[in-house]
């Protein structure tokens, strides 16, 4: 079979014109090669390109005469050249920028008072939100890129982040999010000359369609009810208007709070939570067991057989830890709502485990930061982090469809129809 005969195109031949007299790598990538000598005159030719659209626009308006005088007067003029160092992929980049006469001219590929290229931006916030430092920024982008970018463009590139985390901190919530789980972590922010722990509260939720969506992002001195009651007022004000169920740790009066301002919400108490606040009061050597019968209560098939299966437990180990069944007995009713659902659902509720997979996601981010220098460099970490995590939320969570259903049979005034 005949081999085609591939066409070359403008672009081609020209290509083979540069590379004529090819003299290896380095005299195409290197430190002053024909790539970064080619970018040099692409961007000088797209400015006098801009220029030119530039004056022909205001010579069209002069004669249409929305723009002062028709005449030769007030007729604008190229006006040479300044000259102006960029950041580029390529490293330092000398230009020359066109002018014009009257001042008039705002270049768009270079705007005034920018010293680095669309796309210098965006490395820097993704290396940002890995949770490098700054010095680390500047590393990477020297070694990839031979750029050499100073502390103040990285922390000029990403204070911009915080006017959107502001936005999107006050975006308008669904009117219901079936199920919601609320956590917190800890970082350290210097503060007054001293460093201190503050807590991060996070709240994710499912929607409807099944995909999780984190709420809100908060920092405060310390985790407290008091001040998840002022959030939970916050998301009622943004449009959240009920919650079905809302899965928790063991914090003292966080269900409360959340009834103050959902009284209709089922508060579930995160398993997971309890069972290792258990384990705290038995020697390593017991824990698998005492564990293995825990976990005969919280999957028993029905409420009457886990109340057996932990008078058994109780019957069992009070000799040894009465503090465990005690412990369970006093948030029996913050327990039970998981024993109204089949297995399926059980599992999506039952523990905070989709929080404290965002949580772990996080901490990858911060064990790399000793202390932060404020507040607003939390949160513009944070939510950079939390911007990549969510990219992977494409998908309704396991199961959501029989949850769905079971919601819509138990809660038929509550659920949109």
């Known amino acids: 079979m005949p081999r085609r005969k591939?066409?070359?195109?403008?672009a081609d031949e020209l290509l083979d014109e540069l590379l004529e007299d090819y003299q290896g790598p380095e005299a195409i990538l290197g430190k002053d090669g024909l790539l970064k000598q080619l970018s040099k005159r692409?961007?000088?030719?797209?400015?006098?390109?801009?220029?030119?659209?530039?004056?022909?626009?205001?010579?069209?308006?002069?004669?249409?005469?929305?723009?002062?005088?028709?005449?030769?007067?007030?007729?604008?003029?190229?006006n040479g050249y300044f000259a102006k160092t960029i950041q580029g992929d390529l490293g330092r980049l000398p230009i020359q920028v066109p002018r014009d006469r009257q001042s008039t001219f705002e270049p768009v590929?270079?705007?005034?008072?920018?010293?680095?290229?669309?796309?210098?931006?965006?490395?820097?916030?993704?290396?940002?939100?890995?949770?490098?430092?700054?010095?680390?920024?500047?590393?990477?982008?020297?070694?990839?890129?031979?750029?050499?970018?100073?502390?103040?463009?990285?922390?000029?590139?990403?204070?911009?982040?915080?006017?959107?985390?502001r936005q999107w901190q006050a975006r308008p919530l669904e009117a219901l999010y079936p199920i919601v789980w609320l956590d917190a972590l800890v970082v350290k922010v210097r503060e007054h000359n001293r460093v201190m722990n503050k807590a991060v509260y996070l709240v994710l939720g499912v929607n409807l369609s099944g995909n999780?969506?984190?709420?809100?992002?908060?920092?405060?001195?310390?985790?407290?009810?008091?001040?998840w009651l002022g959030i939970l007022t916050e998301l009622k004000n943004r449009g959240l208007q009920d919650i079905l169920i809302a899965c928790v740790d063991g914090l003292t009066g966080f269900p409360e709070a959340i009834e103050a301002v959902y009284p209709q919400t089922q508060v579930q108490l995160?398993?997971?939570?309890?069972?290792?606040?258990?384990?705290?009061?038995v020697p390593w050597k017991q824990q698998r067991q005492v564990a293995s019968d825990l976990k005969s209560v919280y999957q028993a098939s029905t409420l009457e057989q886990a109340?057996?299966?932990?008078?058994?437990?109780?019957?069992?180990?009070?000799?040894?830890?009465?503090t465990i069944s005690g412990l369970w007995l006093r948030h029996w009713e913050r327990i039970i709502p998981l024993f109204a659902y089949p297995a399926d659902i059980r599992r999506v509720v039952y523990t905070t485990n989709a929080i404290e997979s965002v949580n772990r996601s996080l901490r990858k981010v911060l064990k790399t930061k000793g202390s932060f220098p404020d507040d607003d460099a939390v949160l513009k970490l944070l939510y950079l982090a939390l911007r990549n995590i969510a990219k992977k939320w494409t998908m309704p969570i396991k199961d959501w469809k029989a949850a769905l259903n079971r919601f819509a049979i138990e809660f038929p005034e509550r659920f949109p129809h």
């Open 42 to 78: 692409l961007i000088e030719r797209a400015l006098q390109a801009e220029l030119s659209h530039h004056l022909e626009q205001e010579h069209l308006e002069i004669e249409a005469g929305t723009l002062g005088q028709a005449g030769e007067a007030i007729r604008n003029s190229r």
């Open 307 to 322: 109340e057996d299966a932990l008078t058994a437990f109780a019957q069992k180990w009070d000799t040894c830890y009465p």
């Open 212 to 227: 999780k969506e984190l709420l809100g992002l908060w920092i405060a001195q310390t985790e407290g009810a008091k001040f």
């Open 270 to 281: 995160c398993i997971v939570h309890l069972v290792r606040n258990s384990l705290k009061y």
């Open 109 to 165: 590929l270079v705007p005034k008072g920018q010293r680095h290229l669309a796309g210098l931006e965006e490395k820097v916030i993704a290396l940002y939100a890995r949770g490098c430092s700054t010095r680390d920024i500047q590393a990477h982008l020297q070694d990839l890129y031979g750029v050499e970018v100073s502390a103040t463009l990285i922390s000029q590139v990403t204070d911009v982040v915080i006017e959107e985390v």
């Open 6 to 10: 591939i066409e070359k195109t403008r």
